[in-house]
């Protein structure tokens, strides 16, 4: 894929915080740096970028969607009350592993997207 200028600023903006955004966070950081752009192109960007691997998008429930550039096979903890998303990465790989999941006679995994859902610790706090 070209990376043209626009496709390096919206994927350099998104690893500059792995927080998950959606398309629209993305649009007004994104914005910051290069005022002219426009939400379209941000969508085109995206788009591209997710066509070609670099970035994954994640949807949880009935949320905007969001991207994460972390393509390391992690799962998702999803706050509940704040709404992050975190990224639980492969330390915790070994337990994801021990959950026995049922996969049906004849069916073949491509890849697996776990998602769980909780409270995070900054929001746990504020419940106490
Ligand atoms: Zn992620
Ligand atoms: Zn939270």
Do not use: W
Request: positive net charge; glycine residues 4%.
């Amino acid at each position: 894929m070209k990376l043209t200028r626009q496709r390096k600023l919206v994927y350099d903006t998104l690893l500059e915080k792995l927080d998950h955004p959606t398309a629209e966070d993305l649009f007004f950081r994104a914005r910051k740096k290069q005022p002219e752009i426009s939400m379209a192109t941000v969508y085109n960007c995206l788009e591209a970028l997710v066509k070609c691997g670099l970035v994954k998008q994640v949807k949880v429930g009935k949320n905007a969607v969001r991207y994460c550039a972390n393509l390391c096979e992690h799962a998702h903890f999803v706050c509940e009350v704040c709404g992050a998303i975190f990224d639980l990465d492969r330390d915790n790989r070994e337990k994801f592993k021990n959950m026995q999941i049922k996969i049906p006679r004849g069916f073949k995994i491509h890849n697996f997207e776990i998602a769980i859902h909780g409270t995070c610790s900054d929001c746990n706090i504020l419940r106490i």
